[in-house]
């Protein structure tokens, strides 16, 4: 794609997305559009630091994996070590961080147009870069495809909210430790996950088949896990 492919033009061009579609009723004021072209600029030179530094992290990483590594070695033992890092080293990967960028104001278009849906996005919006790092990696950095599956998902899961949000307010109220506004009270990355809510919703219901097929599940997804042990930890 040459240029259009680079991260900062991608940035750059996703910034003036989201700066317009937050200046959309008044885009031809002055400073309405210096703010969007601010935006703009802001997130192209985002896109091409972030991923240095979060790199950079990575090869740190790297080097002291590779020490304890040898020093392992060095005491004749055969056991690996593993190292867990904060899932945002994952925007070391450009990909990442540009569909997590133009997903964004798809998912506030999306819960404007999903009909019965009543989750509206806020806040939590900037979890959403936590859940591409994972689909992105299992469609190996393709953007287009991270991005279909970001919008089943989240579509998927704003019914899941709208389910739930009225058991969660209730709970939260209980604690009288939180004021809330009126309505509904939920948060996108908490509970709008359609896989949870298949899993707890039998427990929710007493369902003693339902449970029962929740833990048989798990039971069998258990022994694989212990059994292809290797092969999974090769495909990660």
Known sequence: MGVFGEPIFLGF?????????????????????????????????????????????????GVVAEYIKKWVLKRGETREVYFAVNDAVGFGEPNNFIAALISIPLIIFLAFILPGNKVMPLVDLVGVAYTINIISAINKGNILKTLICTIIYYGLGFYAGTFIAPIYTDIAAS??????????????????????????????????????AVITIYLIIFFAVKKYKNIIENYL
């Open 13 to 61: 061009s996703s910034g003036i997305l989201i700066g317009l579609l937050a200046n959309i009723k008044n885009i031809f004021v002055l400073k309405n559009f210096v703010e969007i072209i601010t935006v703009g600029m802001a997130t192209g030179a985002v896109a091409v630091i972030f991923p240095k530094a979060a790199s950079l992290i990575g090869e740190v990483f």
């Open 175 to 212: 604690t009288n430790t939180v004021t809330l506004p009126s309505g509904f009270a939920t948060s996108l990355n908490t509970l709008c996950k359609p896989f949870l809510l298949l899993i707890t919703y039998p427990f929710m219901k007493s369902s003693i088949l339902g449970i029962s």
